[in-house]
């Protein structure tokens, strides 16, 4: 009897075994701890793992080979996303588990250092430190070693929003992890609609940090020191004048060409006036020559009807 209980416990081993090696997926996705993504834009603040999969529909195993043919012929090529956005002073590693994603069927994956929507970019072209090609790491498996090859890369932001999107046809799957990594400079900022108060700063460097809410909002900036040498604090600086902060609005999530509200420089201790900002992004811009020390205390807030009175912007 005890031996054939140990036989027994063997075999059932074995097969648990196997069924692990042939689909690392599938003893991932069994934790507790990995997430399943459902909708094509799952947008995340929790650190954790995070597992998507997609499979051709269940049919009669006769039909296998005429449906494959089908479906391969108009495979569907959506462009999903998992978008994640943490603390101002964090940025985010994503690593890379496990994937299985045909490049030979159109499949495809990229990390992106930042966010993309329609084709727009947080943070704009103009405030990152990085050309766009250097910030869209494309990847998906080789069909010489597919899905065999295993796949384990780490990548990490360089501010507070990163975005793993995928195009998976007809077939794959995929697992990662998320973590939050402390930023001791965060220069451009998505903003979240807890936390109300953000800090920019240019630590001395010339270029352009910008604060960003994908919703209305109402702008206060108080505590600033922009320009070094200005006493006073003024509402309409000039266009020519490096070292500004610039609030306004947009309805892409670029930034680069929002439209105005105000740019101001200068120094005060004392909090402005709020500003109505009823556009689909609100923005504020901290633009720096590097000849100084900018910095910026900028209060922010979704606005709703009854700030329709302190409007300065209607997109």
Not at 9 to 33: D, G, H, K, T, Y
Not at 107 to 113: I, P, R, S, T
Not at 138 to 145: A, G, I, M, R, T
Request: aromatic residues 8%; charged residues 20%; negative net charge.
């Amino acid at each position: 009897m005890k031996g054939t209980f140990g036989l027994l416990f063997a075999v059932i081993f074995s097969a648990n075994a196997w069924s692990a090696v042939r689909n690392p997926f599938q003893m991932l996705e069994s934790q507790p701890s990995y997430q399943t993504i459902t909708e094509c834009m799952h947008v995340t603040s929790e650190e954790g793992g995070y597992t998507y999969k997609k499979s051709p529909k269940q049919i009669l195993p006769q039909l296998r080979k005429d449906f494959d043919l089908i479906e391969s012929s108009t495979p569907e090529m959506t462009v999903c996303g998992l978008y994640v956005v943490t603390d101002p002073d964090k940025i985010v590693e994503i690593t890379i588990r496990y994937m299985n994603v045909n490049c030979e069927s159109g499949g495809l994956m990229a990390f992106v250092d930042g966010w993309e929507l329609n084709g727009q970019y947080f943070p704009g072209v103009e405030d990152h430190e990085l050309n766009l090609d250097k910030r869209i790491i494309e990847f998906c498996n080789d069909n010489k070693h597919w899905p065999l090859k295993q796949f384990h890369r780490v990548y990490r932001s360089s501010q507070n929003a990163a975005l793993l999107q995928y195009r998976i046809p007809i077939r794959g799957q995929f697992v990662a992890t998320v973590r939050f990594i402390h930023n001791p400079s965060p220069c451009n900022i998505m903003a979240g609609e807890v936390s109300p108060i953000y800090n920019l700063i240019n630590v001395g460097k010339r270029n352009n940090c910008t604060l960003t809410a994908l919703y209305p909002a109402v702008v206060s900036i108080k505590n600033v020191n922009v320009g070094g040498t200005e006493q006073h604090l003024s509402y309409d600086c000039e266009q020519n004048k490096q070292d500004r902060i610039v609030v306004g609005g947009s309805n892409g999530l670029d930034s680069s060409n929002m439209e105005r509200s105000s740019s101001v420089c200068g120094h005060s201790e004392k909090a402005g006036p709020e500003q109505g900002i009823f556009c689909g992004v609100t923005s504020v811009r901290l633009s720096s020559s590097g000849n100084y020390v900018n910095t910026a205390v900028i209060s922010i807030r979704p606005a709703d009807e009854s700030d329709i009175a302190i409007a300065t912007l209607v997109c």
